[in-house]
């Protein structure tokens, strides 16, 4: 049997990849498996491959990582695509391919006729919902819609963080329980807020390139720059409320209480507080309301403002309200 697996979405293919492997004996698995690069594929290797016989299993299973992406037009991918004719029944014979593909290459066209093609994308809207439901009634679980929905927007669309996030919670509520979203807000960390932390990280140290990265990270994240503002400005915010309480020797947790904040956040800004004093968290929030005026009334790009907020803060006087442009 011949297979292509290919798509962006690593965790969908592994799983695809995993189902195939099972179809060996567990015990012999290792000896009736190969793994080839096709950077580096050569055609005898692979016959060689195909062709040895399998050691006390129905079948042996070669896996070829990448050829279509690196096969090029010529007799070495005729001969691979003439050689497809020829496998072996006793090998099953898949090409995976760790990203999209050309669907213009010749050799997909080819496998296309011939082989079991399997496309993986990241699933999205009702689908993603879906998938993540029947996950949990596989694990003797109930995920409320509500949840689910709420893990989505805490993490995304990536299907490993997903499925890691939901063993999280399953081990939390234990087999037969009920996921909820009160238990989502306890356990499971937003991807965006967690960026968040890494720019201000980068800000706290006066790291202006690391900090610049993370800016552009998160607009190319699709984030909004006024938002990134307004998280930003909520951040401080915590920050200062946390050096104060933090200043009366209290611990974490109640600080969490005091400020109503998950406890991951506190703890997480404990430590970037200890790299800011406190006058220049206040400079910081009111250069933001500044800025936040200046974009409202047209006179600063959000974006723009962002970076140059990034390289007042990474300068050696900080940020000052004079150097406003426009």
């Not at 279509?68 to 004719?85: F, N, P, S, V």
């Not at 809207?125 to 996950?135: I, K, P, Q, T």
């Not at 709420?150 to 993490?155: A, I, P, S, T, Y």
């Not at 140290?205 to 800016?215: D, F, I, N």
């Amino acid at each position: 049997m011949l297979y292509l697996f290919y798509g962006s979405d690593e965790f969908a293919r592994s799983e695809a990849v995993a189902a195939l492997r099972a179809t060996l004996p567990p015990d012999m698995a290792a000896l009736n498996s190969t793994t080839l690069e096709g950077r580096k594929l050569k055609l005898d290797v692979l016959a060689s491959a195909c062709e040895a016989l399998p050691f006390l299993a129905e079948k042996r299973l070669v896996i070829v990582n990448d050829a279509l992406k690196h096969a090029k037009a010529g007799k070495d991918r005729d001969e691979l695509r003439a050689y497809l004719e020829r496998v072996p029944p006793t090998c099953d014979l898949l090409f995976l391919e760790h990203d999209d593909v050309d669907k213009r290459n010749a050799l997909f066209t080819h496998l296309k006729k011939i082989a079991q093609v399997q496309e993986f994308q990241p699933r999205s809207g009702n689908e993603l919902l879906r998938w993540l439901n029947e996950r949990a009634k596989g694990l003797k679980v109930r995920l409320d819609k509500a949840a689910a929905q709420r893990m989505v927007d805490f993490v995304g669309n990536d299907g490993r963080t997903l499925a890691t996030e939901l063993d999280k919670l399953v081990s939390y509520v234990g087999r037969g329980g009920q996921i909820t979203t009160a238990v989502v807000d306890l356990l499971v960390q937003d991807a965006h807020e967690q960026n968040l932390f890494a720019f201000i990280d980068a800000l706290s140290m006066r790291q202006r390139g690391a900090a610049l990265h993370g800016v552009r990270a998160l607009l190319a994240e699709g984030q909004a720059a006024t938002y990134i503002m307004f998280m930003l400005a909520r951040q401080v915010r915590i920050l200062l409320g946390v050096q104060q309480l933090a200043a009366q020797r209290m611990r974490a947790d109640d600080i969490a209480a005091q400020l109503k904040q998950k406890p991951f956040v506190v703890r997480k800004a404990l430590g970037q507080a200890r790299n800011f004093r406190a006058d220049e968290l206040e400079a910081l929030h009111d250069r933001l309301v500044e800025m936040d005026h200046a974009i409202k009334t047209g006179r600063i790009q959000a974006d723009v403002a962002l970076e140059v907020l990034v390289i007042e803060m990474c300068g050696e006087t900080g940020p000052r309200s004079e150097r406003m442009p426009g």
